[in-house]
């Protein structure tokens, strides 16, 4: 598809509407690591917060300029003057020229219910809170960027008046006018057509910002980019408050491969996953496998016929390349897994690939499915079982045994120590070490004999940790699968472990991941 020059941009609203996600709180460091990360993915601005809400934020715009952003420019994010106050004279609007940023975001009501009932002021003095505060930050030099808080309720309720509030704000010098769906109510129809309908009647850019409680954000913002908005709103995974916000990481493909626009270059965009990921580590949250361009099962294939047709024509079954979007592409094994997918997924392994080899891994994975294994989301394990297999495996460290205890003491507190005596480098390594459970203080005792020889393994950490009792009729006496999700901040990978003692089916997939991270460095 041809592209035409209009370029879409890009807000991301992580670092303050993202945070206000349930469960969400952001260190000042992990602010910042984010908003270098934005930087290079081509995102055009960056709202840091609202400086005068708390100390980080303040600090937040202090430290930003250390970044040398290349591309964004950052946001300081506030609400108009109060009623019956001077622009000049009111505390939050003097914070933001305080935080020094080039552009500052201000939120005012374009409901008439949210007026008189919310903040409770007359309908035309919400319109001169409007004009003086955008005309007040001009003056002082700023690019103003004005989201018209719920636009489209406001629209429905009273046409007249949040087209006003529109009006008002843009004739008073506003850069850019940002109809906002902040309930997330709005149907992409109406979306649409009220986007065009700004874009007819304002002389500056119209942008949009959309919360996805109809699950609609990411379907909206599209939707007003095709009837004329130039700017979108958004946060990194769609985090946010109640159901989340638009998701930048959804948006930006869209746009750049989808559309006839623009809004980063292609090498910028092959950084998404990654960025993606890192956001969701800075967050202490676990990455949604299934997220469309970014998740680990975007591009995953399971069936027999989908991977056959996948090995003769690779569009077969994806409507994009995903290296386009720094992703990749998986197939997936189980017990139903026929010849073509066991050959297209050991040809990422450098094993012989005969049909005697292919066999006989096929008829090891349904036994090993049979003892209650699954390999779908624990690739890393069927990698080193695959080597094992055909001979091609070089363990990095041999265990010679390992002990847990796990004791009680007499004020009651658990003490949980483990010890471990491995074989590395002709070297034999005797260690000990305590642990919140018994599994963390095995990986803190193995972690500590390996760190000598292997101080890269010093990044790995654990990112998600599941058990299941594979048969429950068996009771105290059930076998149990442990999933271990394992990553050093940039690749994740799974592994796995079956036992009737979940300490040893810990183990196992634990080793499986310390050896896995070897490998790949190797």
């Known amino acids: 598809m041809k592209k035409t020059e209009k370029q879409i941009e890009i807000y991301d609203t992580t670092l303050r509407d993202g945070c206000q996600a349930e469960g969400i709180a952001l260190t000042l460091e992990d602010k910042l690591e984010i908003a270098a990360r934005l930087d290079e993915l081509g995102v055009r601005y960056i709202e840091g917060g609202y400086p005068l809400s708390n100390p980080k934020d303040a600090e937040f715009f202090c430290r930003a300029p250390e970044l040398g952003l290349k591309k964004a420019k950052v946001a300081a994010f506030g609400s108009t003057r109060r009623a019956d106050q001077k622009a000049s004279e009111d505390k939050g609007v003097k914070a933001l020229l305080d935080a020094q940023t080039p552009v500052v975001t201000i939120v005012a009501k374009a409901w008439d219910y949210h007026v008189r009932q919310v903040i409770r002021t007359s309908l035309d003095e919400n319109l001169r809170m409007v004009e003086d505060t955008v005309r007040f930050l001009k003056e002082a030099g700023r690019e103003v960027i004005f989201d018209a808080e719920h636009f489209f309720d406001g629209y429905f309720s009273d046409p007249d ?12 010098g506003a850069d850019c006018i940002v109809l906002c769906d902040t309930n997330g109510g709005t149907l992409t129809d109406q979306i649409g057509r009220l986007t065009a309908l700004a874009v007819s009647e304002l002389d500056c850019c119209v942008g949009i910002h959309c919360h996805n ?42 746009i750049n491969l989808k559309t006839e626009y623009r809004c980063v270059s292609d090498v910028e965009l092959k950084r998404l996953t990654e960025v993606s990921r890192l956001a969701y580590e800075a967050m202490n949250l676990m990455y949604d496998r299934h997220q469309p361009f970014v998740g680990a099962s975007a591009f995953a294939h399971k069936g027999g016929l989908h991977v056959d047709a996948m090995r003769k024509a690779q569009g077969a079954y994806e409507h994009i390349d995903p290296a386009l979007v720094g992703n990749k592409r998986r197939f997936l094994l189980s017990e139903l897994s026929g010849h073509a997918t066991m050959l297209q997924k050991i040809a990422n392994y450098h094993v012989s690939d005969d049909r005697e080899t292919v066999s006989k891994l096929l008829q090891e994975l349904q036994n090993r499915e049979n003892e209650g294994y699954q390999y779908e989301a624990a690739e890393a394990s069927f990698e080193l079982l695959a080597l094992k297999e055909t001979g091609a495996f070089h ?65 790995v950490h654990l990112a998600d940790y599941r058990v299941r009792v594979i048969n429950p009729k068996a009771a105290t006496a059930a076998r149990v699968r442990v999933v271990m999700t394992s990553t050093d901040g940039k690749d994740f990978w799974g592994t796995v472990g079956v036992s009737e003692n979940i300490i040893h089916a810990s183990w196992e997939a634990l080793i499986d991941s310390i050896e896995h991270r070897l490998h790949m460095s190797a």
Not at 227 to 251: M, P
Not at 429 to 444: Q, Y
């Open 161 to 172: 008046y949040a087209m006003n509030v529109l009006r008002t704000a843009a004739g008073s």
């Open 395 to 459: 363990p990095h460290f041999e265990v010679k045994y390992y002990h847990v205890n796990c004791i009680r003491s007499a004020d009651g507190k658990l003490i949980n120590d483990a010890t471990v005596k491995i074989k590395v480098n002709g070297e034999l390594m005797h260690t000990a070490s305590e642990g919140d459970g018994p599994v963390n203080a095995l990986d803190g005792a193995l972690r500590k004999a390996l760190h000598p020889h292997y101080p890269q393994l010093d990044k």
């Open 213 to 254: 409680d109809s699950g609609l954000a990411v379907a909206g913002s599209i939707a007003s980019v095709q009837s004329g908005a130039g700017h979108v709103q958004g946060t990194l995974n769609g985090l946010g408050e109640r159901a989340g916000n638009a998701d930048l990481c959804t948006i930006i493909p869209i």
